[in-house]
């Protein structure tokens, strides 16, 4: 057995690849449109050599009431390189850091549709530093 991939259903299509694929770096490797269906599904990498984990995002055309969000699904989670320049690139781009790095290792984020992702430090965790070692926690993470 194998993981493939998580499914996200999200309300609004261009808001969440921009926040996807824009604002937190994966990239879109296919899409499916179904007419029949009446949705669109579009996969998503991180791009990284050996890592075959893909985000499915589900749209459905006709949906009309809001998903309820939640945390049920747990959250996303991603290694990166940097955590503390990659908070700072996110909250320079608009996204709400929900619980800042302070330990140099963890930090969390959500989507438009209110998704959790965790963000890891690749290796040991970073120095503590600031603005992240002061701040404080923000709503539901």
Not at 58 to 79: K, M, Q, V
Not at 102 to 111: H, V
Request: with cysteine; aromatic share 10%; hydrophobic share 40%.
């Amino acid at each position: 057995m194998r993981y493939l991939h998580t499914m996200l259903r999200v309300r609004d299509l261009p808001a969440a690849l921009d926040f996807f694929v824009t604002k937190l770096g994966l990239r879109e490797v296919r899409r499916h449109e179904s007419q029949a269906g009446r949705f669109t599904l579009v996969f998503l990498s991180s791009g990284a050599d050996g890592d075959p984990a893909e985000v499915e995002l589900t749209y459905n055309w006709d949906a009309d009431a809001p998903y309820p969000t939640g945390r049920f699904f747990g959250h996303l989670a991603y290694e990166v390189d940097d955590i503390h320049q990659t908070c700072a690139r996110l909250r320079d781009a608009g996204v709400v850091i929900h619980r800042p790095p302070r330990d140099g290792r963890m930090a969390f984020i959500k989507s438009p549709d209110g998704h959790s992702i965790e963000l890891l430090q690749k290796g040991g965790a970073l120095t503590p530093a600031e603005p992240w070692a002061s701040m404080a926690n923000v709503g539901e993470w």
